[in-house]
């Protein structure tokens, strides 16, 4: 008798297949050649017959050339960091579509000339904070910081708070950071309280800069005392002012939480913040301030190290003119209308209960603040069946349950959710 495992069909048969060939063509030979030889691999171990080695190796095939994956977020925790931070708006994804071939980033369709790249993005930034004697943007808020202290504060000293030197995430760290542009850190104060009077003894002829950083992950409370921008700004030397999360205008909901607009008004030199938290863009180094300041920022050789790619420019200006990003609308999305969405999952599912919780910010942002929220629960195992499914749903376990927190999850993935978890079952 013939043995089974003989008749294999071939890697170059199988990639006849006219689907096997499409499939070459929108994901190219490696990742297709990887599904037919598990699909081989397969048969040959007798999991599958031989006649169906084709079938698997489509169905084995992984639905864009890149690993990364689509996921649905439904942990509640609204700036995600593992997950990407900030989901971009229709607009600003179609945006990165359309910047993605060749694009007038750096070039002037009209005189044909070569023209300042991301002007209307900085145009976008600078019309949404008119105190803003210029807008830069950069890589990220850690880049902007870097860039500050090597122009500001090379070879001379950056005064701030010990209360403010502070710790982002995955071993993350500001003094380090700013240490890394050769400057030096002058701390003032301790890590709960501190005075003008400490800042002003510490001001000199080697001052660089005066920093104030966010404490965005964290709260000090008690027996505690901060200075403000505008305190600061009566010392003479600039006030560079790290606001983190990138609202650009107060936010109700956050009165704790900065903004570029308020922070400039109160006599910051120069503000820094992140593209994608809760501005709910691309990710980004946003600096706002002082024009002569952003201008010997943008000129420092370092500065082309750090420059954004045009994805970023269009996404961020779609964020920025264009209708509320997904952020904007998870923080104001009403409770009730959660709970709505809630109940009509809840009921075409045999396993899961409604559960009031709480969602965060997350992101490194507005610590301490909790916004009501409701989610679909489920038994415990739900949370790794639903991570592994073909659109993954990340939800958070809490006291043995999965909860699915709609908050943070968009009403038109409501359905991708219900078919999710009945694939789970
Ligand atoms: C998040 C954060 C940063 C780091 O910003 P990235 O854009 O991730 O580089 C720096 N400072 C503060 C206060 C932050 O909250």
Same mark, same amino acid.
């Given at each position: 008798m013939t043995d089974p495992r003989r008749l294999v069909p071939r890697t170059d048969a199988l990639l006849a297949d006219p689907r096997l060939? #499409?499939?070459?063509?929108?994901?190219?030979?490696?990742?297709?050649?990887?599904?037919?030889v598990e699909a081989q691999q397969r048969a040959r171990s007798g999991q599958i017959p031989p006649d169906a080695v084709a079938d #698997?190796?489509?169905?084995?095939?992984?639905?864009?050339?890149?690993s990364l994956r689509a996921v649905i977020n439904a942990t509640g925790v609204v700036v995600h960091t593992n997950l990407g931070r900030a989901p971009l708006s229709e607009a600003a994804r179609a945006a990165v579509i359309a910047a993605a071939g060749c694009t007038d980033v750096e070039f002037d369709l009209a005189s044909g000339q070569r023209a300042r790249r991301g002007r209307a993005t900085i145009a976008a930034l600078a019309d949404a904070v008119p105190r803003a004697g210029a807008v830069h943007v950069v890589n990220n808020n850690a880049a902007a910081l870097l860039l500050c202290g090597l122009v500001l504060a090379a070879g001379r000293e950056i005064v701030v708070s010990r209360g403010e030197l502070?710790?982002?995430?995955?071993?993350?760290r500001i003094p380090e950071l700013l240490a890394a542009s050769g400057a030096t850190l002058r701390e003032v104060g301790t890590t709960n309280r501190v005075h003008l009077r400490d800042y002003a003894e510490a001001i000199g002829e080697a001052t660089g800069f005066v920093l104030k950083v966010h404490p965005s992950n964290f709260r000090v409370t008690g027996f505690t005392r901060e200075v403000g921008v505008a305190e600061l700004a009566t010392l003479g030397p600039p006030v560079v002012v790290d606001i983190g999360s990138g609202l650009l205008r107060p936010h109700p909901l956050l009165p704790d939480e900065p903004d570029a607009a308020t922070t400039l008004a109160q006599g910051a030199s120069l503000v820094t913040a992140s593209g994608d938290k809760l501005l709910g863009g691309p990710q980004a180094g946003l600096l706002f301030g002082d024009s002569e300041i952003v201008e010997r920022l943008r000129r420092h050789p370092a500065a082309r190290a750090m420059r954004v790619d045009?994805?970023?420019?269009?996404?961020?200006?779609?964020t920025v003119r264009g209708p509320e990003p997904p952020v904007a609308a998870m923080l104001t999305a009403d409770?009730?209308?959660?709970?709505?969405?809630?109940?009509?999952?809840?009921?075409?599912?045999?396993v899961a209960e409604v559960h009031d919780t709480v969602s965060a910010i997350g992101g490194g942002g507005a610590p301490g603040v909790e916004l009501p929220s409701v989610?679909?629960?489920l038994p415990s195992h739900y949370a790794e069946a639903l991570r592994r499914g073909t659109r993954p749903v990340v939800g958070r376990v809490e006291r043995g349950r999965c909860l699915l927190d709609l908050r943070t999850v968009h009403p038109d993935e409501d359905e991708e959710l219900l078919n999710a978890v009945l694939a789970c079952t």
């Open positions: 060939a #499409a499939a070459t063509r929108a994901l190219g030979g490696a990742l297709v050649k990887q599904a037919v #698997a190796a489509v169905a084995g095939l992984p639905v864009t050339a890149t502070v710790e982002i995430g995955d071993g993350f045009k994805l970023t420019l269009a996404a961020l200006e779609a409770v009730e209308r959660l709970r709505e969405r809630v109940w009509a999952l809840v009921k075409r599912l045999d989610a679909v629960s």
